[in-house]
Structures are given as C-alpha cells and as structure tokens.
C-alpha cells in the first residue's frame, strides 16, 4: 500500500492518483505489481494505492538473503516487465533496487513505476529534487538545459536507470553512491561512469551496461532491445 497525504490541491491530487491508477489497472504481466484498488478509509485524510502484499520484500533484500547467484534472471525479468511497461507508453519513472519486489514465485517484480509525478502535489512521499531518486537518474533529467530538453521522464531516462539496477544488483549498490548525492549527480551529468566490477562483470555484460547509459538520451537502446539482449544471456540457463 502507498500513500497519499491531502496537504496540497486536493483536486489536483485526486485527479493525478486516480489517472495512475487508471494506467495501473489495465497493465497486466507477471513481472508488473498488480493493482488492487484505492482506499480512503483506511487513514483518514489520505488516498492509499492498494497492491498485494509482497511475502520476500525487495529484490535488494531477496540478493542479501540469498546471494547473488540469480542476478541475471532477475535482470531478464525486470527487463520483460520495462519492455511490458514501454510497449503501453508507460514510464516507470523511479526504477531501482528499491521499487523492484520478489513475489510468491521468486520472480522479479516492478512497483511504483509512474508515480513520481504525484511526488510534486503531495508531501507524504519522500524523494529528493523533482521526485527523483539521484543515483538512477539520467544526465537529462539532472541538467535539462544542458541537454536542450525540457525536464521530463522518459523511456530513454528509464533505460539509464536499468544500467544503473544491473549494477546495484551485481555490486549491492548503484553508481558513485561512495560520492554522496550531490557528488553523484556532478559526475553523471559531466559524463563519467562507474567503473567495472571485474570480478563480477563481465567486459561483454560490462559493455551493454554501459550503453543503458549513453550521454544522450537517443542513443540508448530501446528496451526491446535491452530484453533481447537479457534473453540471450540468461536464455542457456531457462529450462
């Protein structure tokens, strides 16, 4: 359950929610969060999105628990459920480690993608500058201007974002979160990347991460891409 104090426009707020769950209801995919409903009663004075409770928590803390070993079918999974998202003209918007949950078949699964554009009308969620999470976020978003674009979440922002979930989920953590948020963003927006994990990545998986994460925005694969590009490395271990 996620959700929404009334502290601002309320009409705004209701009119932005219930469009979400409007694009929710309709999405359907076993690696997407299903949609159960909205509540007002539960917490007075607040709008709730209803999901079905996830028994394995996050995908950070099934990694944790478990090991590392499934890295890849969990990427291939997230990367169907992007793909899924993209192919309905739907921007996930805040995809990392956090938002992806394990549910009862041990598979990956996407939550809160689209929401980061109640963040603006409503002070109950928590999230840094204009709704973003700093270390997922593409160059665009952190330096417009620079970049001759209007701030915006795009699928090219969500693709930048997946890069960074392939190596939160290898390493535990995503790129230069050593440097604090502010040293983050510099970075990224001055076009540096991580740097390679060798011992967990290799230069081939290494070299398609590293196009999720393009400078410019057109030059990053789509996610049909990315999915076959997920397929053919986890495709020799499917049953």
Known sequence: MRYFTQTSDLRDIRLKLCREALVWKDLHHPNILAFVGIDRE??????CLVSPWMEHGTVLKYLNDHGRENVDKLLFEVAQGLQYLHS???VHGDLRGANILINDNWSACLADFGLSVL?????SVH?????????????ELIDPPRFGCRYARTPASDIYAFGCVCL???IGRPPFSEHGEVGALLKVVN???AERPAEMVSGLL???ITSYWAQIAA???LSEVVLVRKRTQWSPRLG
């Open 127 to 139: 999230a840094s500058t204009r709704a973003g999470s700093p270390y997922w976020m593409a160059p």
């Open 168 to 170: 939160e989920l290898y």
């Open 219 to 221: 030059k990053r694969p």
């Open 42 to 47: 539960s917490f007075p004075g607040s709008l």
């Open 206 to 208: 290494w070299e398609r």
């Open 88 to 90: 309905h003209h739907v």
């Open 119 to 123: 963040a603006s009308a409503t002070a």
């Open 191 to 193: 076009g540096e990347r």
